[in-house]
């Protein structure tokens, strides 16, 4: 093992153990290299005659660029665009995000977390998640309600085992007993487990009431004190757009600092937030957790998380960085966004209130939501593949099939004014099938 990462682990050994045993055998042989990055950083701030150092070009004062395409992007200083970014990501990023993340999470204030570090989206923020915590045969806790892409990161790469439990109760709440039994074997069989909860929820759109959020975190809080270590990831990728009944926070801020058996770990970004879906601007935010600052700990974690990026992707993309940063100190931006939230709340009303009517309930129910971009039917007579390739090629309708009774609606892409429409072609197209 690296000399390097060794200093890591001792480091976690001394100040959270629990943190150390979290990690997989991968988690543990991290470190961030003292090599290229750091001489450059090094000589950025004391090379005052000549730096030859990093792998750029320059000419002049600044980086050297292509005039056709910074006379696409002449708003920006070519220092903002051109060059790398650091590992971490641009530290004004990072400082906005912090400041954006404790306006938002009430619960936060007064907690001990890290600063974000920027990742190239949330899928990138998972694949480090995995990396880090996620060995063969380790437990991974999930609703069956879930994006199917976590087998790939999870399952595939790393050699979890899911670990389901029903997403909803008959009374169509979220199931929190279920997600307790499951989590309790699960500790009692491994003595860690990683906690995934993505809320609002891919694909059913729903988010947990505050008192079903309570109830989640009072049972991972339980089952540490009982002696398992927990890693709970928080998978806020539609963070913000709750438009009914539901938690209006993150569980980072209610998980962060409540055991010191309890890592948490929050991944979210600009992407769907701020409706940059080409950006791939996410970040991944540590809480450990004593009650008191422990950044000891909290260094560690990103000295490895920086060396898997440096190992992967080498750093996230510089543009969007700055693109992101310009939209955080924009002045319109709350106002902005609130309008955009209101057109993707009344999608989700409209939603409720043509499915509400009636009309449809011989041929199928539907699953609880209140937030997020999707919603599902749970089909009563049809198989959904069937139905997802009736509805293409008869209807030119495009939905997601989920097993056999479930179709995912993406509302948040269809006009307010033809969801109507849009059921009532879903309708007709069981009937046709049935």
């Known amino acids: 093992m690296n000399p390097l990462a060794k200093e890591l682990n001792e480091h976690l050994s001394q100040h959270n153990s629990n943190v150390l045993e979290s990690l997989s055998d991968l988690g543990k042989k991290l470190f961030f290299p003292k090599g290229i990055l750091t001489q450059s950083a090094e000589a950025k701030e004391k090379a005052h005659r000549f730096n030859a150092t990093i792998g750029i070009a320059t000419e002049g004062s600044g980086p050297m660029y292509l005039q056709c395409i910074q006379d696409k992007l002449s708003e920006f200083d070519p220092k903002d665009i051109f060059p790398y970014a650091p590992p971490a990501g641009k530290p004004e990023l990072r400082s906005l995000w912090r400041e954006k993340m404790l306006r938002e999470n009430p619960s936060l204030v007064g ?24 060995g063969e045969g380790d437990h991974l806790i999930l609703p069956d ?19 389901k439990f029903p997403t909803f109760t008959t009374d169509r709440g979220f199931n929190v007993a279920a997600f307790k039994a499951e989590l309790k074997n699960s500790a009692e069989e491994k003595g860690k487990v990683v906690v995934l909860l993505n809320f609002p929820n891919n694909p059913s759109g729903y ?18 004190e009982d002696g398992c270590n927990v890693v709970a990831v ?39 937030e701020d409706y940059v879906w080409g950006f791939r601007t996410g970040f991944i935010t540590f809480a450990d957790g004593y009650e008191y600052e422990n950044e000891p700990v909290i260094t560690a974690l990103e000295k490895k998380t920086m060396g898997i990026i440096r190992a992967t992707i080498s750093n996230c993309p510089h543009p969007s ?34 499915l509400d009517s009636g009309k449809y309930d011989s041929c199928w129910s539907y699953y609880p939501f209140n937030s997020g971009y999707f919603m599902c039917l749970k089909l009563k007579k049809v198989d959904a ?7 293409l090629d008869k209807y030119g309708v495009g939905a997601i099939s989920i097993g056999n009774t479930d179709l995912r609606i993406a509302f948040s892409c269809i006009a307010e004014s033809d969801i109507q429409e849009l059921f009532d072609l879903i309708y007709q197209a069981v009937k046709d099938l049935s």
């Open 111 to 134: 907690k001990h977390f890290s600063n974000p570090i920027v990742t190239n989206a949330l899928t990138h923020g998972l694949s480090i998640v995995a990396d880090m915590f996620v």
């Open 145 to 163: 309600m879930l994006w199917g892409n976590y087998n790939l990161t999870f399952v595939t790469r790393c050699g979890a085992i899911v670990k």
């Open 207 to 224: 988010t947990p009431t505050v008192a079903e959020g309570d109830a989640i975190v009072a049972a991972i809080k339980e089952v540490a």
């Open 234 to 272: 928080t998978d806020d990728a539609y963070f913000g757009l709750f438009y009914d009944d539901s938690m209006k926070e993150s569980l980072f801020g209610k998980l962060a600092n409540i055991h010191p058996r309890v890592l948490t770990v929050k991944l979210d970004g600009a992407t769907k």
């Open 321 to 354: 960085q700055t693109f992101v940063i310009e939209t955080l100190k924009a002045p319109d931006y709350a106002s902005q966004k609130a309008e955009k939230f209101e057109v993707l709340k009344g999608r989700a009303l409209k939603t409720k209130e043509v």
């Open 385 to 391: 593949e069937q139905l997802r390739l009736h509805l």
